[in-house]
């Protein structure tokens, strides 16, 4: 089960969730950026799985700069991308300090908006390998109007890029994740793209009954710890 620190990001705590493997280490480590219901039953499972497939796990609260807002949309617009570029850095100084981590294997993932931050995480922070993108929507505009989008910092990722995709998804559309796959191709970054028919939207969250697709999110977890252990070890 995952544990909660706290660190202090721009003046603001920020817990962060944690689980980790048995084991000295030292571990690679996979930073989950969370999606929309932030850290939840969903983020806390993708945590144990990640440290039960051996590797410290960490995930940022990204909303901590503000009380919890209940309603989506406005949630949502109250992050700001160079926050959020800080909260990843914070969160990879304190898990190297706290835990066995080997800082050459680092990846970073996530779902939904997510993987929208992941992707910025990416393009932001040059330690990263290996990016794990579960539907990331927005990608092409910038959170805060004062930085590069995700989709404009793709010449600077330094790995792989899996992304995982439902073609009933409408944010990103089909067409959103074929000019990504295309932008990746053109820069030369090693890509490998999964579309699932029939599956929509967060189609891996078990708590969203009527978009979770069983089959989809248990093949796309499949994959993902397989691309994980191809490039992490």
Not at 42 to 61: H, K, N, S, W
Not at 170 to 188: I, W
């Amino acid at each position: 089960m995952a544990r909660t620190d706290t660190v202090e990001v721009g003046g603001s705590e920020m817990r962060i969730w944690i689980a980790a493997p048995e084991g000295d280490g030292p571990h690679p480590a996979v930073v989950l950026m969370c999606h929309i219901g932030g850290l939840d039953n969903f983020t806390e499972d993708r945590l144990d799985r990640l440290a039960a497939a051996g590797y410290v796990a960490a995930a940022p609260d990204k909303f901590h700069y503000n009380p919890w807002i209940e309603e989506r949309n406005e949630r949502r617009a109250s992050l700001r991308d160079k926050r959020i570029v800080a909260d990843i850095e914070a969160t990879l100084a304190h898990i190297e300090g706290v835990e066995s981590v080997d800082g050459t294997r680092l990846a970073i993932m996530g779902h939904c908006m997510g993987g929208r931050t992941a992707m910025l995480g990416a393009g932001s922070i040059p330690r990263f390998g290996p990016l794990v993108d579960y539907y990331g929507g927005n990608t092409m505009v910038s959170w805060g109007g004062d930085g590069p989008t995700p989709f404009e910092l793709i010449p600077k990722l330094k790995g792989p890029v899996l992304g995982l995709f439902g073609l009933l998804d409408q944010n990103p559309s089909p067409d959103d994740v074929d000019k990504t796959e295309e932008e990746l191709k053109r820069h030369g970054i090693a890509c490998e793209f999964h579309r699932y028919e029939g599956a929509n939207h967060a189609f891996q969250n078990f708590d969203s009954a009527e978009r979770h697709h069983p089959e989809a999110a248990a093949d796309a977890w499949d994959k993902t710890l397989r691309f994980l252990a191809d490039n992490l070890g």
